[in-house]
């Protein structure tokens, strides 16, 4: 039997559509908000969790854009993009990092996440973002959509 660990973020863009990003204290790429899901947890639920606790906000996040199947390090991950949509003004000078774990935050282009993120999550990302602007959810294996 496979378990797989289950991971959930949000796709947040601005205006003119860059991405925003968070920058770990523990590593050397960036991420989008998210993280695992915890034992009982729905995708969903864990995101709400997770953006509550990285960014401060209570937010609902939108449509699922991708689902990744990913395996690294000899283990199962299966991982959820939803759309964030885009923050308002409260919300951005609402936001609360936990100084424990992130560092910044910013908004990116999208032709200049590739090195601020780790290869996998910005193939990840840019379905995304394809996902997104085609009003669909993909299905990814390895960040590239399959079928």
Do not use: N
Not at 127 to 140: P, V
């Amino acid at each position: 039997m496979t378990r797989a660990l289950i991971a959930a973020g949000a796709l947040f863009v601005d205006a003119a559509e860059r991405v925003l990003i968070v920058e770990p204290t523990y590593k050397e790429t960036w991420e989008i908000p998210g993280g695992m899901v915890e034992d009982g947890e729905t995708p969903r639920e864990g995101c709400v969790r997770e953006l509550r606790e990285e960014l401060g906000l209570d937010l609902a996040p939108g449509a699922l854009l991708v689902v990744d199947w990913a395996p690294r390090e000899g283990v199962s991950r299966v991982l959820f993009v939803f759309d964030g949509g885009v923050l308002d003004d409260r919300q951005i000078g609402a936001i609360s990092l936990p100084s424990d774990e992130l560092a910044s935050w910013t908004y990116v282009p999208p032709g200049e996440l590739a090195p601020r993120l780790a290869p996998w999550l910005h193939r990840r990302v840019v379905a995304a973002l394809g996902a997104r602007a085609a009003g669909e959810t993909w299905y990814l294996e390895y960040g590239v959509r399959a079928g």
